[in-house]
């Protein structure tokens, strides 16, 4: 069962305030006076256990989700029945733009570890952002990060070889820890070898092969989900090199 929590515009302003997390999610640079019209907007905080939907495909669109702790996948089922991963997304970030333009979710958005979200509900963001110029503001950045991450998506499938792929991957997952306030070069990998395989267009021993090779050549180490990136420069150069060719 999906753990629903009430919280109020005062523990809203307190656990925003503490987080370190702020700049990435949709309170960030607004007044004391504009978080207190949030009590309005986030009616609740969701708590989703490890593998299991936020949302799924064709369910009603009704709200979108500030993650306030662990990380998700979307996917989509293909003709064939299988699973196309096409995101991650991690602490900060907002799930459920998909639902907008039909009013049904595209994608399926489940939990690669137990997580808790923000439930923002979208008639209510909608009729705020009117008022609230911040928000609105606010909303429109969220919405252009979106658009760049699919952007270099299409990058990473369009143009790239298996390990540089892989290599963009790991840079890209360094930079949002990084802005997270973590360690850019250790970390833990939530998702399967074969998920990061499904988005990044590989098979799973392609993937496994890659990581196998990053590290005989000095460039990470790997144990399990554990990355340690040890040569970030060589990583880069695979990425450089690429765009040389």
Same mark, same amino acid.
């Given at each position: 069962m999906k753990a629903t929590v009430p919280i109020t515009a005062a523990s809203l302003k307190k656990a925003c305030a503490q987080c370190n997390l702020l700049e990435l999610c949709l309170p960030f640079g607004m007044t004391d006076t504009e978080l207190d019209r949030l009590d309005e907007l986030i009616s609740a905080r969701r708590k989703i256990k490890r593998q299991q939907p936020l949302y799924r495909t064709g369910s009603p669109f009704e709200a979108i989700y500030a993650i306030r702790t @662990?990380?998700? !996948?979307t996917d989509v089922l293909l003709e064939d029945g299988r699973e196309q991963v096409t995101g991650f997304q991690m602490t900060g970030e907002i799930l459920g733009l998909d639902g %907008? =333009?039909? *009013?049904i979710h595209s994608c399926n958005a489940i939990a690669l570890e137990d997580s808790e979200v923000c439930v923002i509900v979208y008639a209510k963001l909608e009729e705020?952002?009117?008022e609230v110029e911040g928000l609105q503001h606010q909303f429109h950045k969220v919405? =252009?990060?979106e658009i760049v991450r699919d952007h270099g998506v299409m990058m990473l499938l369009g143009s790239m070889r298996a390990e540089e792929r892989l290599a963009a991957f790991l840079l890209n997952m360094s930079q949002r820890f990084t802005a997270r306030g973590f360690s850019p070069a250790e970390f833990h990998l939530r998702m399967t070898r074969e998920e990061i395989g499904s988005y990044l267009g590989l098979k799973l021993e392609t993937v496994s092969r890659a990581f196998s090779r990053f590290q005989e050549e000095g460039l990470v180490i790997v144990q399990q989900k554990y990355i340690r990136?040890?040569? @970030? *420069?060589g #990583? !880069? !150069? #695979? %990425?450089?090199?690429q765009a040389a060719r």
């Open positions: @662990g990380s998700f !996948k %907008i =333009s039909n *009013e705020l952002a009117r919405m =252009s990060r990136i040890i040569n @970030g *420069e #990583l !880069k !150069k #695979l %990425i450089q090199h």
